[in-house]
């Protein structure tokens, strides 16, 4: 959280007479269905300025709403795909504990200091995995980066969880090193 939310979240009861917690309990009791119906009722009903009123209703909503599992929803209607993903994320976990997860809204980044590789469900049969492997020349399997332009050098298709072989982690292993 930044020092300005926190803040105003700790200016809170003073300013507005309850704390985040209390604003939170009271909008919990009101069946507000848009964000602007609940600012305008705590500014007519309670006084609380524009500002405040906009900040407990967004931590409300924030806290009622958490945010998706962003994994999640990218494997939703392409859950055969999921195994492989898991698969992949074990083989690459074994690598060592520099590695960081990135999940993002249509894929996952794989990084130790650099990005090495990106998982994403392509389609409702297949994962793209995206490897930077610079100097490394493309084959039938280990093609080019395709969609992912610049973010990898290759790609690898994959469409069954036996596709995640040998050769395939020793892909994986050497975009890992080169990300040092």
């Given at each position: 959280m930044d020092k300005a939310l926190q803040t105003m979240i700790n200016n809170m009861p003073d300013k507005t007479g309850k704390s985040l917690d209390e604003w939170k309990?009271?909008?919990?009791?009101?069946?507000f269905e848009k964000h602007g119906e609940a600012v305008k009722f705590l500014k007519v009903n309670h006084k609380v300025t524009h500002g405040f009123a906009n900040t407990i209703v967004s931590l409300f909503r924030d806290s009622n709403n958490p945010p998706p599992d962003l994994v999640e929803a990218q494997y939703k209607g392409k859950e055969s795909l999921r195994p492989i993903y898991e698969k992949l994320i074990s083989s690459v976990e074994k690598f060592g504990q520099d590695v960081i997860k990135i999940p993002?809204?249509?894929?996952?980044?794989?990084i130790r200091k650099r990005q090495f590789a990106l998982i994403k469900p392509a389609t409702k049969t297949r994962i793209d995995l995206g490897l930077k492997?610079?100097?490394?020349?493309?084959t039938n399997r280990l093609g080019d980066s395709g969609p992912f332009g610049a973010m990898c050098t290759h790609r690898v298709q994959l469409t069954r969880l036996d596709e995640i072989n040998e050769e395939l982690i020793a892909w994986?292993?050497?975009?890992?090193?080169?990300?040092d």
């Open positions: 309990k009271l909008l919990s009791t009101n069946p993002k809204k249509g894929s996952v980044s794989m492997l610079k100097g490394i020349p493309t994986l292993r050497e975009a890992y090193q080169k990300a």
